[in-house]
């Protein structure tokens, strides 16, 4: 008896994995079936979709999953095969949690699609100087008075007067994604014109308004042979929506550097903690001090999980969105690596730990230089202005001077506090934007 054969009941069904030619054939005897979600995380296997879906009933509710990292995968299938999939009337096409019907969704990305179409020649680091110019200088920052969703949903934002942060950081991450640059969105917490470690400790207490906000950041997976980049990278451009000036400021942050655009870095109690390490001591020690602070902490809600458990858990779900290559090579490596059984997980995950510490030390402060930088905007330079070499070459020696003079303003000494609540001061970081 195959999955669906197993299964003839039930009223709706999640997809996880491609079916069998002969579980296809099954389909029809599904009777009570309403409801098909279809996961694209794991069943990136399109090839017999169409056949797949001939077997269902026309009126049934089908959701196709879709984020980021995989939508590339849909898109082209749905794109060759519009027409078919509109004979659908409840086909759905569900991203970032909100659900469209299958016209409006592919309207949307077909105009996305249009915005990145004139970098597909470009080298990585060009597509991704391409792409950040457009979104930190698409809108300036302003929140939606009525609807919230009008400043921070993908497609709603392509129409609206509003952009705040999470807006810009989803549409960095969405159009990076549609040229095969690995983004993710994270959060970040800010802590508003505090100064001294006693200021903190009270506006942790009292969180005067004003004071602390969750901001919205991305993380970026850049390798591009022709400027020698292989690197994992923050980036925020919301703090680069400047539009009398052309900043870069915020555009390609390592870890070490990421530090330091904060007036204080607390340790938070969840995965990202692990790429701001330099050796595998330090990744050692910061993973058994965040298990430490995951048992004591009190948002901690698995308590039938173990914290390191929790943490590898977490740490992969990074590495799928930004390396869907290396998860594969752990994928095959690693064969229980996915399992349902728990015993099977966490043994897996005691033995790809290593390859997991390797990975992040091999990918984690590499800074751009200033060459680098100056030969990538002279790039996007030429792709944008009608101007002569020489022009070309004032205004980025001019880009190059303004963002040099912003760089002392935005990254002045900062401090850290240790987990003995040891102050630190932190290392001017090098100004990049400086020959």
């Known amino acids: ?182 983004a993710c969105q994270i959060s970040a917490t800010i802590f508003g014109g505090v100064q001294t470690k006693e200021e903190l400790q009270s506006f942790e207490v009292e969180n ?73 001591q330090e990744f050692d020690e910061r993973f058994a001090f965040l298990s430490t602070q995951i048992i004591n902490s009190d948002n901690f809600i698995f308590h039938d999980v173990n914290p390191w458990q929790y943490l590898i858990h977490d740490l992969l779900n990074y590495i799928h969105k930004l390396d869907r290559d290396f998860y594969n090579h752990l994928k095959k490596r690693y064969v229980n690596l996915e399992a349902t059984d728990k015993e099977k997980v966490i043994a897996t995950y005691k033995e790809c730990y290593s390859s997991l510490r390797k990975y992040i030390i091999s990918k984690v402060n590499k800074p751009i230089d200033y060459q680098t930088l100056k030969e990538g905007i002279t790039f996007i330079y030429k792709q944008t202005y009608v101007a002569s070499d020489e022009e070309i070459a004032k205004m980025v020696e001019q880009t190059m001077q303004q963002n040099a003079e912003r760089q002392e303003l935005v990254f002045p000494n900062r401090k850290i506090i240790d987990q003995n609540d040891n102050i630190t001061d932190l290392d001017y970081m090098p100004n990049k934007f400086i020959k």
Request: proline share 4%.
């Open 1 to 182: 008896m195959n999955r669906i054969e197993s299964n003839l009941y039930q009223s709706y069904m999640t997809l996880k994995e491609p079916l069998t030619s002969e579980e296809i054939e099954s389909l029809p005897k599904l009777k009570n079936l309403t409801q098909v979600q279809i996961n694209l995380k794991t069943f990136t296997d399109l090839s017999n979709l169409s056949e797949m879906l001939k077997k269902f009933n026309n009126n049934l509710e089908i959701i196709f999953n879709i984020d980021n990292n995989n939508q590339n995968i849909f898109n082209e299938y749905a794109l060759a095969n519009e027409e078919f999939l509109k004979t659908f009337p409840n086909l759905k096409a569900c991203k970032n949690v909100h659900n469209f019907d299958i016209t409006t969704y592919l309207e949307n990305e077909k105009r996305l699609y249009d915005i990145v179409r004139p970098a597909q020649d470009f080298s990585p680091f060009e597509q991704y100087l391409y792409v950040y110019n457009i979104v930190k200088s698409y809108k300036v920052y302003a929140e939606s008075p009525d609807d919230k969703s009008q400043s921070r949903s993908l497609y709603a934002l392509l129409d609206s007067d509003y952009m705040v942060c999470f807006g810009y950081t989803n549409l960095l991450c969405d159009l990076l994604n549609k040229l095969n640059i690995p």
């Open 208 to 280: 005067p308004l004003g004071k602390m906000g969750f901001h919205s950041r991305a993380m970026v997976n850049l390798v591009d042979s022709k400027y020698n980049i292989n690197g994992l990278f923050f980036t925020d451009p919301t703090w680069d929506n400047r539009k009398e000036k052309d900043t870069y400021n915020y555009a390609l942050l390592t870890p070490d550097e990421y530090n330091k655009s904060h007036n204080y870095n607390y340790l938070e109690t969840n995965a990202l903690e692990l790429f701001f390490v330099h050796n595998e």
